[in-house]
């Protein structure tokens, strides 16, 4: 398994069902700032202490410090994915939905998260195909993932 970020490219929608089981990319480090973790809380409504509140999460949090909202590492999946592989014939693409997630570990505000994006299923439909991507998320010097979810994508060819 390879640590230097790369992406995976299709000159058509159809090559990708070929490489079902396989590693498709490895993203580039993002931060999760402070600033990032306090505009999502802002933005969701979800502004409990243990993400926003950093005096109270040094004194009573299990991490001695604040941490990502799981919903907010979740929403990276869309960068991720973008990051991870591309098709040059695709004219739309759309999030179809998740089957599968879990949050194993915690985020802490500071970190350097990445995705690592695998394809795990292919489906052919008249004009494009759902395809199910496992997008693993990675914190920088941490072994546990962060998040594992499984993204479904309609993508159309306009053909």
């Given at each position: 398994?390879?640590?230097?970020?790369y992406?995976?490219t299709?000159?058509?929608?159809?090559?990708?069902?070929?490489?079902?089981?396989?590693?498709?990319?490895?993203?580039?480090?993002?931060?999760?700032?402070?600033?990032k973790?306090?505009?999502?809380?802002?933005?969701?409504g979800?502004?409990?202490w243990?993400?926003v509140?950093?005096e109270?999460?040094?004194?009573?949090?299990p991490?001695?410090?604040?941490?990502a909202?799981?919903?907010?590492v979740?929403s990276?999946?869309?960068?991720?994915?973008?990051?991870?592989?591309?098709m040059?014939?695709?004219?739309?693409?759309?999030?179809y939905?998740?089957?599968?997630?879990?949050?194993?570990?915690a985020?802490?505000?500071?970190?350097?998260?990445?995705?690592?994006?695998?394809l795990?299923?292919?489906?052919?439909?008249?004009?494009?195909?759902?395809?199910?991507l496992?997008?693993?998320?990675?914190?920088k010097?941490?072994?546990?993932?962060?998040c594992v979810?499984?993204?479904?994508?309609?993508?159309?060819?306009?053909?």
């Amino acid at each position: 398994m390879t640590e230097t970020p790369y992406a995976t490219t299709f000159k058509y929608l159809m090559d990708m069902k070929n490489h079902v089981g396989q590693e498709l990319g490895l993203t580039t480090w993002s931060e999760i700032t402070q600033d990032k973790i306090n505009t999502f809380a802002e933005l969701t409504g979800d502004t409990q202490w243990i993400h926003v509140d950093e005096e109270k999460s040094k004194k009573h949090s299990p991490y001695g410090q604040t941490v990502a909202h799981g919903f907010m590492v979740l929403s990276f999946a869309s960068k991720f994915t973008h990051e991870a592989y591309s098709m040059d014939d695709v004219t739309m693409g759309v999030n179809y939905g998740l089957d599968k997630v879990r949050f194993p570990n915690a985020t802490l505000s500071g970190s350097m998260m990445r995705g690592r994006v695998s394809l795990l299923e292919f489906m052919e439909f008249e004009g494009g195909a759902r395809y199910k991507l496992k997008v693993v998320f990675e914190c920088k010097g941490v072994a546990k993932p962060v998040c594992v979810a499984e993204f479904v994508v309609q993508a159309y060819t306009g053909k």
